[in-house]
Structures are given as C-alpha cells and as structure tokens.
C-alpha cells in the first residue's frame, strides 16, 4: 500500500511540475487570453507590438533601431500601427466566439489587424 501511495505521489508531482511549465508563445491562444488579466492582456499586447516594431527595423544597432521606429511611428507606418488597447479591446470580442478560441494569438492578432487597416465601406 505505501509503495502505490508513494508511485501515486510521484505521478502526481511530476503532473503539477509539468503542468506549471510556462507555453511557449506560440501555443499561446484563446484559453490563455481569457485566463490572463487586464495587466498581463496590456503586457503580451504591448509586447507584440514592441516585438513587431524590432522586427520591422532589423538592425542590432539600438540608436538605429530607436530612429526607425520612431521614424515609422510618426508616419504611421508601423505593421502594427494601432494602440495596445484598440488590439486588447479587439481580442477579447475575438475571443468571446468560441470557435476562435484555439487560434493561436499571434494569428488572431494578425488577423485582426488586416481587418482594422482595410477601408470601411459605408452600407
């Protein structure tokens, strides 16, 4: 009885560690957003958009890299050129459908930045 006790234990242990193990971003998705809150929502959006704008600067260089932004910002030319809130606010009516849910957020995000930067039509 004590040694399936003491495997049970074990089993268990190795369960929760392994669980409490931070996702790697890219799995990250609906569920994670719904469960994350208001701060951590503004932390990964602001994240993302910081990450975008290195990205679209590719330089090493931060002197570079500060004006480029800075330069893109100011023209609007940022891949991303919306506030983290409008992208917060916009995730969370995403993620309110259920069947969004297991878009990963770096999709959803995407995705929801075309929509934002097409041209509105009036009806």
């Known amino acids: ?19 409490q193990e931070p996702r790697r971003w890219v ?5 994670d957003w719904t469960q994350f809150a208001p701060k951590e929502k503004q ?10 704008a290195n990205a679209a600067a590719n330089t090493p260089d931060t002197a570079v890299l500060r004006r480029t932004v800075d ?9 991303f050129p919306f506030g983290h809130m409008v992208y917060a606010t916009q995730l969370d009516e995403f993620y309110w459908w259920d069947n969004h849910v297991p878009v990963p957020l770096y999709i ?12 509105q039509h009036d009806p």
């Open 1 to 19: 009885m004590k040694r399936w006790l003491l495997a049970a234990g074990l089993v268990a242990g190795a369960t929760l560690r392994g669980s």
């Open 27 to 31: 799995a990250l998705d609906g569920r």
């Open 43 to 52: 932390a990964y959006v602001l994240g993302f958009l910081a990450g975008a």
């Open 71 to 79: 330069s893109l910002y100011r023209a609007g030319a940022l891949q």
């Open 108 to 119: 959803a995000l995407s995705s929801i930045n075309q929509g934002l930067r097409q041209p």
